[in-house]
Nanobody, 115 residues
Framework: QVQLVESGGGLVQAGGSLRLSCAAS????????MGWYRQAPGKQRTLVAT???????LYAGSVKGRFTISRDNAKNTVYLQMNILKPEDTGVYYC?????????WGQGTQVTVSS
């Protein structure tokens, strides 16, 4: 089992910044990929940013140039630096980790961007 705990969400004004963290614990060996999704109110969960199996990064078009995914392997933690936040970035942000064919999810952290 893999446990993922997100932190760093909150309320911020448009144009502001937040940094989300996702700490992985448990059986973390052989995790292939980690990344972030978000779910806006009344909408489906969509990919925001992720590391790929070839160790590159991938971003949703709407956040490219504003968000940066990074990681600290020593801390088993993935980060999402979010800059120039917009009201449409509001939602619950979920960290995920793929281990083989199993996907693990964190509990989510709320990000609210006011206009």
């Amino acid at each position: 089992q893999v446990q993922l705990v997100e932190s760093g969400g909150g309320l911020v004004q448009a144009g502001g910044s937040l940094r989300l963290s996702c700490a992985a614990s448990g059986s973390i060996s052989s995790i292939n990929v980690m990344g972030w999704y978000r779910q806006a109110p009344g909408k489906q969960r969509t990919l925001v940013a992720t590391f790929t199996t070839s160790d590159t990064t991938l971003y949703a078009g709407s956040v490219k140039g504003r968000f940066t995914i990074s990681r600290d392997n020593a801390k088993n933690t993935v980060y999402l630096q979010m800059n120039i936040l917009k009201p449409e970035d509001t939602g619950v942000y979920y960290c995920y980790a793929d281990k083989g064919s199993v996907r693990y999810w964190g509990q989510g952290t709320q990000v609210t961007v006011s206009s």
